[in-house]
């Protein structure tokens, strides 16, 4: 990606001569203070370098996405024409976790390239949009209603156009204000010429910052390579439930709108899209929403849900049919595989109306006459074949034993046996 980087950077200079590179990189490095308390982790990189690292990641970006910014309610591909294979590889890479640039710097360019904080911000809210209509798995819904300044980067926009955030959810965050007259590692760097001196103080900065971060639902590093902490969701799979006679409908909303109807016995699932991009995003998504959302982890239950309930291309196929999956990739066997692949929770979680949807699915599902008479046989029957196995060998070892004793003994006479007919 690099190389793309890099020539997406020199395009930006040619096509906004009035801001120059180094100036850029000047008002970079003076949001570093801001720029560095976005991440959990002191960058242990010099304020320079890190400048310089980020305006060419902010061009880059701003170019790709001009790609999806709408005018006239069209999206507007001409930038990228004919290479929608490169464009993928780009998707992917954005979205990734890891690769997240604050958008505040993205508006802070826009805003030095337009007239007006407003021309930027409406330049990137429809630049946002765009791309999260093209890359999200799900239908976008209520779209005028997300506030692009409130949210830290694109993932987190995504996320939240996914997720809507529910009114009884406080909000945890920590904001680092631009005018904060603050002691920065930069600072002290130029007065302490000793390196280890230096990590020590950077060390004892960030460490606070960190601690917070922990709070907000991450996990840390002592529990990041423990096991997951809950098993699969216990329900049975798609062709199971509509063998036992559960229907399967869309409905219009998004994963909050999962319910199950008691009356007609209907699952209703949101509509996903699966493309060559999707496994990326839905694994980002869930590793967003486990090391950031303090609330419940809507997201990875419904991830749960589906790993669940699709076991085989059959699951799949009986999806696709109801509307439920929109396959985009080669076979319905490669969807199953996707959702099969999906990791569980780093962390317990409980999702109420999730939890109950599945109760409800397994209450009905176990309810039913031939549920009932297949656990009675698999109870009764099956589970006893063992012992039915052993009393059958005895009697068949006993019948043996008897039948050659007779073949060397008159078993009449042993017996007593009066073998005279009386007529």
Known sequence: MECHKVAAARRAQRQFQSLKFENLVKEMKKLMPKIRGCYNKYLDLS??????????DVYFLLEFLQIYAIKEGKIQTEIHAGKKFTNYAMLRDIVMLENQIPLFLLRKVLELQHSSLEAADETLNAS????????????????????????????DVLYHMIVPKSEEQPDFAIEVSDGLDVLTVDDIVDEIKDSNQVKKIANLIWKPLSKLTEGTGSSSTNNIHKPPLIEEIVIPSVTELYNSGVQFATIKGGITS???DTKSFTLYLPTVTIDVN??????????????????????????????SIIDTK???????????????????EEVANL??????SVRLTEVPFLDKVIEDVNKYYMGTWKVKIGNHLKRYVFDSW??????????????????AFCSVYSCGRVLHIDSTINH
Not at 297 to 306: G, K, P, V
Not at 314 to 326: M, N, Q
Not at 339 to 344: A, E, H, I, K, P
């Open 128 to 155: 946002l949009i765009g791309l999260c209509k093209e890359v999200s798995p799900f239908k976008m819904v209520n779209l005028s209603s997300i506030q692009f300044t409130e949210h830290s980067h694109l993932l």
């Open 258 to 260: 999962i319910s199950f």
């Open 314 to 332: 059959e699951d799949v196929k009986l999806l696709r049919g109801k509307g439920i999956v929109l396959n985009h990739l080669k076979s319905d």
């Open 278 to 307: 999707s496994e990326v995003i839905l694994r980002n998504l869930v590793a967003y929403e486990a090391s950031n959302v303090s609330g419940p982890l809507n997201f990875t239950r419904y991830t749960e849900l589906m790993n």
């Open 386 to 403: 063992q012992i039915l196995t052993l009393l059958a060998t005895i009697l068949l070892l006993l019948m043996t034993t008897l039948q």
């Open 339 to 344: 959702w099969n692949g999906m990791t569980r």
């Open 47 to 56: 304020g320079e370098t890190l400048a310089w690292m980020l305006a060419v």
